[in-house]
Nanobody
C-alpha cells in the first residue's frame, strides 16, 4: 500500500512561485510513475505533469508547459512540482498520483493552491 501526502500549497500572488511536495509513507516510490493533477472549482480533475520512474522523461499539460517543473528524488521518496509564473487560473486543489503501467494507482488527499491577481 502506498500512502501519499502532499504539502506546500498555499496562497500566492500572480507571478509568484510555489513548490509542492508529495511524500510516501510505506512503499518506495521509485517503482511508480508519478504525476500531478489538479481540480479547479467547478471543473473536472485534469492532468498537470508526469515523470517516469527514473526521472528521465517528463510530460506536461499545455497549460503549464514552460512554467511548471516536475522532479523526483527517489532516495528521499518524494516528488516535487515547482510552479513558477503562477496565474489565477492555476488555482485548484493539487493531487499527487502514483501508478504502475497496469491499473494500479494511488492518490493523495490534495493540497490547495490559491493564486490571486
Amino acid at each position: 500500500q502506498v500512502q501519499l501526502v502532499e504539502s506546500g500549497g498555499g496562497r500566492m500572488q500572480a507571478g509568484g512561485s510555489l513548490r509542492l511536495s508529495c511524500a510516501s509513507s510505506g512503499r518506495t516510490l521509485s517503482t511508480y510513475i508519478m504525476g500531478w493533477f489538479r481540480r479547479a472549482p467547478g471543473k473536472e480533475r485534469e492532468f498537470v505533469a508526469e515523470i517516469t520512474r527514473g526521472g528521465t522523461r517528463t510530460y506536461y499539460a499545455d497549460a503549464v508547459k514552460g512554467r511548471f517543473t516536475i522532479s523526483r528524488d527517489n532516495a528521499e521518496n518524494t516528488v516535487y512540482l515547482q510552479m513558477d509564473s503562477l496565474k489565477p487560473e492555476d488555482t485548484a486543489v493539487y493531487y499527487c498520483k502514483a501508478r504502475t503501467t497496469g491499473s494500479t494507482e494511488y492518490w493523495g488527499q490534495g493540497t490547495q493552491v490559491t493564486v490571486s491577481s
